[in-house]
């Protein structure tokens, strides 16, 4: 067996980082990325839908270490594949992924102070085995083989092609076709206007309740007057500032303001749709602003597709699907030659491997999450969830330095094991997020819990983990550390 002193699990934005991260500040560590796919790139990779795109400005969800050089501050999915590829290029990390290497299982032990790491390797799935001393999970976190599709009534009727978004591939032909859309989320608000401006005849989007909409430009005029002024790696840093500050700002809004957010982004919709759109039924949720995440919008292209006739938006529930369509329980129909099912992913923590203890299986369903990285009583093993209310890499970047802070001390102190460990009897669970979207409350019961109070805690603050992670003291009441 091949022993590393870390192992990385997964090669997309999180593991090429996590790399970056572990050559720069622990550069005697030996490491490997064990990636369960045939390619690097994680998401950005996988997802092939028409238009597909980040929701998140790149002056954010690109590295720190990286200046972000594109034009379109919203990118497409192949400018992103483009910068992490690179990224692993320039650095030599492509050299140490190990494709096609799916990570099932992991197994600690206290007297070797090591895990062992079963893996999948191949088409044919032949079972191999590494050691490790520090196991690094950047798998993401939901299930790359399938996403969540509901039960609908009538389905295998339905003579055209049903597909999810997660299994988009080239041979689907939507040209000159009628497509229903089903789902309101970032998916479905990309794929829209996308497939509307690419060829088809008519794209309706089919959503049981709305979604907020925020508009915003895809170029950030910030930014480019930045790049003009200043060097490159400055006018990053600068934007990237701004962004998380005009970000944390109006998440802030939200929850203090929410019915003037809530007018606002109403407001701009009516307003780039025109007086004859039904604003009040199709896009005003039930919720307030970031109790769940916002869509964002950007040049407006949604709504440009619909002034142009080219999109309609129905509210309604699915009855049954019919041969050609589907039935609604208003008891409209909806003709369709192709329809998308944007319902959704499956969330699955550490990338759904099987973890085990010293012989015992962990659940970490009972579990409580360690400054969001690490798990009690779970030794040498951190993972990676970025924010909910802002860009996954601004939390990746600080985990990938606190994890290096911690283990370069315990090589500064002949620490073999650093394992969080909850020992204060008053500490109460909270769900992991607070979040009311779906996706999210059907996986709750299946992750670990956040605890009332520090370090337990998840804030979903970036300011507040930049304090903690990248200046605060690593040796705390939970932490311990094992010679």
Not at 128 to 144: D, E, K, N, P
Not at 182 to 195: D, K, N
Not at 221 to 243: D, E, G, H, Q, S
Not at 398 to 403: R, T
């Amino acid at each position: 067996m091949e022993h590393f002193d870390v192992l990385i699990v997964g090669a997309g934005l999180s593991g090429i980082g996590a790399a970056w991260h572990l050559q720069d500040r622990c550069p005697g560590k030996s490491y490997a990325i064990l990636e369960g796919r045939a390619a690097s790139g994680g998401t950005w990779d996988l997802f092939r839908y028409p238009g597909v795109r980040s929701d998140s400005d790149m002056y954010t969800l690109g590295y720190r270490f990286r200046p972000w050089k594109e034009a379109k501050a919203i990118a497409d999915g192949p400018s992103i594949l483009k910068y992490i590829r690179e990224v692993a290029s320039d650095h030599g990390i492509d050299r140490k992924i190990r494709f096609s290497h799916r990570v099932v299982a992991a197994s600690w032990s206290t007297p070797e102070a090591r895990w062992t790491v079963e893996v999948e390797r191949g088409e044919d799935k032949e079972r191999v085995r590494f050691t490790c001393s520090f196991l690094w999970m950047c798998s993401g976190y939901y299930r790359t083989d399938s996403g969540y599709l509901p039960e609908f009534a009538g389905i295998e009727r339905f003579k055209g092609r049903v597909v999810h978004p997660q299994k988009w591939t080239d041979d689907i032909d939507y040209k000159d076709k009628k497509v229903v859309v089903i789902g309101s989320g970032a998916t479905a608000v990309t794929l829209v206007p996308s497939m509307a401006d690419s060829g088809a005849a008519h794209v309706t989007m089919l959503q049981r309740s709305p979604t907020y909409m925020a508009m915003r430009p895809s170029q950030d005029p910030f930014a480019i007057k930045m790049r003009k002024r200043l060097p490159l790696r400055l006018a990053y840093m600068v934007t990237r500032w701004k962004n998380v500050l005009l970000g944390m700002y109006f998440f802030q809004m939200c929850k203090r303001y929410p019915d003037k957010v809530k007018s606002l982004l109403l407001g701009g919709v009516q307003k780039v749709l025109g007086p004859d759109h039904d604003v009040e039924t199709h896009f005003t949720p039930r919720y307030n602003p970031w109790d769940q995440r916002l869509c964002l919008v950007p040049d407006a292209d949604f709504f440009r597709a619909m002034r142009r006739g080219k999109v309609d938006v129905v509210t309604d529930h699915i009855e049954t699907f019919t041969e050609t369509g589907i039935k609604l329980k208003s008891g409209k129909e909806l003709a369709a030659d192709l329809v998308v099912t944007a319902t959704g992913l499956v969330l699955v923590p550490v990338g759904g491997a099987k973890l085990t203890v010293d012989g015992q299986p962990v659940d970490l369903s009972k579990r409580f999450i360690y400054k969001g990285m690490m798990y009690s009583e779970v030794p040498n093993l951190a993972s990676v969830f970025g924010y909910t209310n802002a860009s996954w890499t601004l939390k990746a970047d600080l985990v990938s330095e606190y994890v290096c802070r911690i283990l370069n001390h315990m090589a500064r102190g002949g620490y073999r094991i650093c394992m969080p460990r909850n020992d204060d009897p008053t500490l109460s669970e909270e769900p992991w997020v607070s979040f009311s979207s779906g996706y999210i409350q059907r996986a709750l019961a299946h992750q670990p819990k956040q605890g009332s109070r520090r370090p337990w805690k998840l804030y979903q603050n970036y300011a507040l983990d930049l304090l903690s992670l990248r200046f605060g003291s690593i040796r705390d009441r939970a932490m311990n550390f094992i010679r």
